[in-house]
């Protein structure tokens, strides 16, 4: 796996993302997010044969790429955000599989904060997000200042290509 520690920029400042990344795919499905721009790694066999298996589990979706995320350990975190992008088209399916030390997983409705769930994803566990969820709710990967030990999350996606910014 090639890892990357990408960099984005807020209020003019570059920071790095904190957790480490890979991008995975059909050749073709570049995906950008936050001014990242990722272009695809071949499928190894070890994501094909996940993807499958996802697919099986929700056999509308098939998906053609992977954002993989290595959080290191528990200062390693996702901020509050909608997986929204236009490439991702109007409803998108996101397919989430955790491997590793369990962390939490939260989500919170964008106008109504009664609206919150807490989610503990385990080693093993799969999240699917679809509809219009990222529409109306932002999910985030918290700090856990506690956790020594790392977390790889693989989050299944389709691209359109169609729909990309060039």
């Avoid at 920071?15 to 499928?43: F, M, N, Q």
């Avoid at 997000?129 to 932002?138: A, I």
């Amino acid at each position: 796996m090639r890892w990357q520690q990408e960099q984005i920029t807020l209020f003019g400042k570059t920071h790095d993302i904190p957790r480490l990344t890979a991008w995975h795919g059909d050749k073709g499905a570049e995906y950008e997010y936050s001014g990242v721009r990722c272009k695809p790694e071949p499928w190894t066999t070890e994501l094909t044969h996940i993807k499958k298996q996802i697919e099986e589990f929700s056999p509308t979706e098939s998906f053609n790429s992977v954002l993989l995320n290595l959080y290191r350990n528990g200062l390693d975190k996702m901020g509050w955000h909608a997986d929204n992008e236009k490439s991702l088209g109007q409803n998108p399916t996101i397919a989430s599989v955790s491997l590793g030390t369990t962390r939490k997983f939260d989500l919170k409705h964008r106008t109504d904060k009664s609206q919150r769930l807490r989610l503990e994803l385990t080693s093993g566990s799969l999240l699917v997000m679809s509809g219009d969820l990222q529409h109306h709710f932002l999910h985030q990967v918290p700090k856990q200042k506690r956790i020594v030990e790392s977390r790889i999350n693989l989050t299944y996606r389709t691209v359109f290509k169609q729909l990309i910014n060039k």
